[in-house]
């Protein structure tokens, strides 16, 4: 079901949404049921008080002398009705439901001694009269402005207010505290690296949580062990392929010169690269072992372009870093080494560019004018033992694990490695490196 757009993508807000709404809805609803009843508890009270009252008083202006009566109509006066000594106005009976109550009310205390009329006043508010005469003959009038209900305290939206934000605040509180367990969850899993060696989840809180981050840190331990044998059956495998590969390469050297001579070295020499190129991407995985320390990544990239300067290949460095660089060096060096190798075996010449980038983090860029690379296939030649056919052979001494390996290592140190097709042709090799220590 597709979620509308203003929906929260977070579980959090999520839930605290819910909750917020629905408490909000149910204080509304609350609210609105128990004023309902304090109307209707008012207007029955107010109905039983009217009653008596008016018939009480009605008897007492009947008893009073004529001359009597004038001064006593003020006191008699209530909020909702007064009485006046006349015919009152004339009009129609009221329709309105409070009026028909109140009148109701009234006739059931006095019209049984007392005949009368009720009709109902225009104006804005809902306003009616009783007509009587006492004993005398004289006419008495009941104005009637009926009340709904009794007015709100002032405090009350403030208090309503502050009980809302506080059914608020312990919902964003519960909230939290339930969500909670799943961000360091989620924390935990985005650490665990190559290296496998991100910290524990601590196994404490309510017993779904404990158990929870119990078996993840099972879990981390199972893989950490699966990976630790994979590495165990690698080193041994390349151990065992080591001795008859040199006995192999050691009676091939006392062979006859003969066209299968040098067949035989060129396949001996791929399948030793082979053996040790595997078993150095399978310890890759551990290359976040390396502690991390403060260098001079110039020194650094000067020392590995000279290097290959001293061993006749075209490999150019520009730009500096100028500032001190908290990194894993070794690391560092061999994702280098593997990506100008790379340029070099297709380009036959590589351009190295390093720069600080405003964030603190260093851009390193090799550079080539080789054939490049398809752009469906750029991420995948990161993938273990992967060849493009068209720019690789046999011939080539490639073995599908120098990319696979920078990879790994760039994931290890929490960097990141990425190709680009350059225009014009050729093949960009981009590494941003955060600095550690900063």
């Not at 018939?55 to 004038?70: F, I, K, N």
């Not at 981390?220 to 080193?235: F, H, K, N, S, V």
């Not at 070794?330 to 590589?350: H, S």
């Amino acid at each position: 079901m597709k979620l509308p757009l203003h929906w929260p993508r977070t579980l959090f807000a999520r839930l605290a949404l819910i909750l917020c709404v629905g408490l909000a809805l149910a204080q509304m609803m609350s609210f609105w049921l128990t004023m309902t009843e304090r109307n209707q508890a008012v207007t029955n009270m107010m109905m039983g008080n009217i009653e008596r009252e008016v018939a009480s008083s009605v008897a007492l202006l009947d008893h009073l002398p004529a001359a009597e009566r004038p001064a006593w109509l003020p006191r008699l006066a209530r909020r909702n009705y007064v009485f006046e000594l006349g015919a009152g106005i004339a009009g129609v009976p009221p329709d309105a439901r409070l009026s028909a109550l109140v009148a109701a009310s009234i006739a059931a205390g006095i019209g049984t001694t007392y005949p009368l009329t009720v009709n109902a006043i225009p104006g804005p508010r809902e306003h009616f009269q009783v007509h009587l005469r006492l004993s005398d003959g004289m006419p008495l009038t009941i104005d009637v402005r009926p009340i709904a209900g009794l007015p709100l305290s002032p405090w009350l939206p403030l208090v309503l207010a502050l009980q809302l934000a506080v059914l608020a605040v312990c919902c964003w509180l519960a909230v939290r505290l339930a969500t909670r367990p799943l961000y360091q969850l989620a924390q935990a899993a985005d650490a665990l690296g190559p290296d496998l060696k991100a910290a524990r989840l601590a196994e404490t809180g309510p017993s779904e949580v404990a158990r929870a981050a119990k078996a993840f840190n099972a879990m981390q331990d199972r893989i950490a062990i699966y990976m630790a044998e994979r590495i165990q059956i690698l080193a041994a495998i390349s151990h065992d392929l080591q001795t008859p590969i040199t006995r192999m390469r050691l009676r091939v050297d006392v062979m006859d010169e003969n066209p299968q001579h040098a067949k035989l070295q060129q396949d001996l020499l791929e399948m030793e690269t082979l053996v040790k190129e595997g078993v150095a991407y399978a310890r890759t995985l551990h290359g976040a072992a390396e502690t991390p320390c403060r260098i001079d990544p110039d020194a650094l990239f000067d020392s590995l372009v000279c290097d290959y300067t001293d061993a006749g290949q075209d490999v150019t460095l520009q730009g500096k870093v100028a500032n001190a660089l908290v990194t894993r060096p070794q690391a560092l060096r061999r994702i280098l080494g593997n990506l100008v190798d790379n340029a070099l075996k297709y380009a036959g010449a590589a351009e190295v560019m390093v720069a600080m980038q405003q964030d603190g983090q260093v851009r390193i860029e090799v550079l080539d004018r080789g054939p490049g690379i398809p752009a469906d296939a750029l991420e995948a030649v990161f993938e273990p033992f992967y060849r493009l056919e068209a720019s690789r052979n046999r011939h080539t001494g490639g073995t599908g694990l120098g990319l696979a390996i920078a990879r790994q290592l760039t994931l290890a140190m929490d960097a990141t490695l990425s190709l680009h097709n350059r225009a014009g042709g050729g093949l960009e090799a981009r590494l941003t490196l955060k600095n550690l220590g900063s």
